[in-house]
């Protein structure tokens, strides 16, 4: 109950494309749902991350979807660049508890 | 500053020897955390110190010791180790423990164990 299933394990997207990264949820405690970034020989850095209580949340060209009732939470990456390949965790969490992590989602982007 | 900084980045030892991970922070966070990260998988939380008091140890091997000296700093002792420990080992902090603040990762320290 209190894993995180992410999918893909790795995604290739062309420059300027559209990447979405997916996650599923079991444990309808958790209300705090981050996405961290991960690039080769680097620790991980929070990207964007949402509460249950909005069902969508942009910052830049990321935005995060979600969907309580479904227990989904997903990534999507606008005009995808080079530079946004990297490794994509979700996590999930609620308070007073660690994050619980996704596998992980390896992108590459194509120039 | 968001800076988390880990020293040494990479480190070989044999399982006989003893050595420690250290790891600092200036950003006034309260909350530490050590994980270690195989390759191709996510980061495992292995301990948390609050106010540095030991929180949380995930059932941790002995061979691990964490210290948390004053509100900046983190060690890790090692002592004992097995090749199965090598691995990226991560320090991150946050505001507080337990209100789903931002975790800030160091680089992490790579450790090799012969």
């Known amino acids: 109950q209190q894993q995180v299933k992410q999918s893909p394990q790795s995604l290739i997207v062309q420059k300027g494309g559209i990447s979405i990264i997916n996650c599923a949820y079991e444990?309808?405690?958790?209300?705090?749902f981050p996405w961290y970034q991960q690039f080769p020989g680097k620790g991980p850095a929070l990207l964007i991350a949402i509460r249950p209580d909005v069902s969508e949340k942009k910052e830049g060209r990321f935005t995060i979807s979600f969907n309580k009732s479904a227990k989904q939470f997903s990534l999507h990456i606008m005009d995808s660049q080079p530079g946004d390949s990297a490794t994509y965790f979700c996590a999930a969490s609620s308070r007073y508890y660690q994050l619980i992590w996704g596998a992980g989602t390896k992108l590459i982007i194509k120039p | 500053d968001t800076e988390v900084t880990q020293t040494p980045k990479h480190l070989v030892m044999g399982m006989t020897n003893k050595k420690s991970l250290k790891c600092e922070q200036h950003?006034?966070?309260?909350?530490m955390y050590w994980y270690k990260q195989k390759a191709k998988k996510p980061p495992e939380l292995m301990f948390v110190?609050?106010?540095?008091?030991?929180?949380i140890n995930e059932s941790v091997p002995s061979r691990f010791s964490p210290e948390c000296p004053n509100s900046s700093l983190l060690n890790l002792h090692l002592h004992a180790l097995q090749p199965e420990d090598s691995a990226l080992y991560l320090c991150a902090s946050s505001l507080t423990w337990g209100l789903q603040e931002t975790q800030y990762f160091g680089p992490g320290t790579r450790l090799l164990v012969l």
């Open positions: 950003m006034g966070h309260r909350a």
């Open positions: 110190y609050s106010y540095e008091k030991l929180s």
């Open positions: 444990n309808t405690a958790f209300d705090y």
